[in-house]
Nanobody
Framework: QVQLVESGGGLVQPGGSLRLSCTAS????????MGWYRQAPGKQRELVAS????????RYTDSAKGRFTISRDTTKNTVSLQMNSLKPEDTAVYYC??????????????WGQGTQVTVSE
């Protein structure tokens, strides 16, 4: 029903920046939350940042606060993650996630295929 296309991953030196973008397309849907997760080798997938399409405050994992900024364009069904002051520990596969739903609750969750972010000299 929903297809997510991600872009912006790559190799960057510590202290550098990257901007990830994700656009949702497909059949008719109502997105209530858009966000980014990441998974590093040997670790569980974790939420990095999320934002409501209704207008609530964005959420960040503690390690991302002050460095990452999530934003969305509801008219284009796009969510972006600006990552600054990147650290080697940020190295992971980053996945775009969208949650469809209503005021009663979520109805479906979709994932992108993932984009590799590597922070290294």
């Amino acid at each position: 029903q929903v297809q997510l296309v991600e872009s912006g991953g790559g190799l960057v030196q510590p202290g550098g920046s990257l901007r990830l973008s994700c656009t949702a397309s497909g059949s008719a849907f109502s997105i209530v939350v858009m966000g980014w997760y990441r998974q590093a080798p040997g670790k569980q997938r974790e939420l990095v940042a999320s934002i409501s399409t209704v207008g609530s405050s964005p959420r960040y994992t503690d390690s991302a606060k002050g460095r990452f900024t999530i934003s969305r364009d509801t008219t284009k069904n796009t969510v972006s993650l600006q990552m600054n002051s990147l650290k080697p520990e940020d190295t992971a596969v980053y996945y775009c996630n969208v949650i469809l739903g209503t005021v009663l609750g979520p109805t479906a969750s979709y994932w992108g295929q993932g984009t590799q972010v590597t922070v290294s000299e």
